[in-house]
């Protein structure tokens, strides 16, 4: 299996619809095929869970490389016992929580993760991508590795192929 790569947000600024939103005209703009089966699940007081997307492109040679998306929701309970404090090491006193993940992260998808990672903070600037075990990407770290090419990014991020 493949690494997650967390999209980290604060948690008083999160909104899951406005993440699908984006999501969306991402895909639109980028020529992105992606699937929405609505299948949702809710917390106790009515408001969002998770939610789920599937973002692939196809390939010359008719393989998809594609991933999930997991949006989640603010569970305060987890707030309350100090989770949006749990990224400080990476970047302090932003009160970030991973709330939303891409799933699986491979050498053979990362090309349009990259391009979703790039679209996505150039529209949410606040907003930081972080691949486990790796450094935090925010929105001026992409701009370097669009300017560099996408291999600069390949070898700083590290993902093994899924062979």
């Known amino acids: 299996m493949g690494r997650l790569a967390h999209l ?3 948690w008083e600024n999160h909104s899951p619809e406005k993440v699908l939103i984006d999501t969306v005209k991402i895909c639109f703009r980028n020529g992105i095929k992606f699937e929405y089966q609505n299948w949702n699940s809710y917390f106790s007081n009515g408001s969002l869970k998770n939610t789920e ?4 492109e196809d390939s010359k040679n008719d393989e998809k490389q594609g991933f999930l998306l997991s949006i989640q929701g603010v569970d305060i309970e987890l707030i309350e016992l100090g989770q949006d404090k749990a990224f400080d090491y990476l970047i302090p006193n932003k009160n970030l929580c991973s709330l939303a993940y ?5 050498q ?4 349009l993760i990259f391009l979703f990672i790039y679209e996505y903070l150039n529209i949410n600037r606040d907003d930081y991508f972080w691949f486990e075990g790796e ?8 701009q370097n ?3 560099d090419g ?6 700083v991020v590290g993902i093994p192929d899924c062979s």
């Open 102 to 106: 891409i799933e699986p992260v491979w």
């Open 53 to 56: 997307i599937r973002l692939e």
């Open 135 to 142: 450094d935090i990407l925010s929105w001026e770290s992409i």
């Open 8 to 10: 980290l947000k604060n």
């Open 150 to 155: 996408f291999e600069s990014f390949l070898k």
């Open 145 to 147: 590795f669009e300017k």
């Open 108 to 111: 053979e998808n990362l090309e």
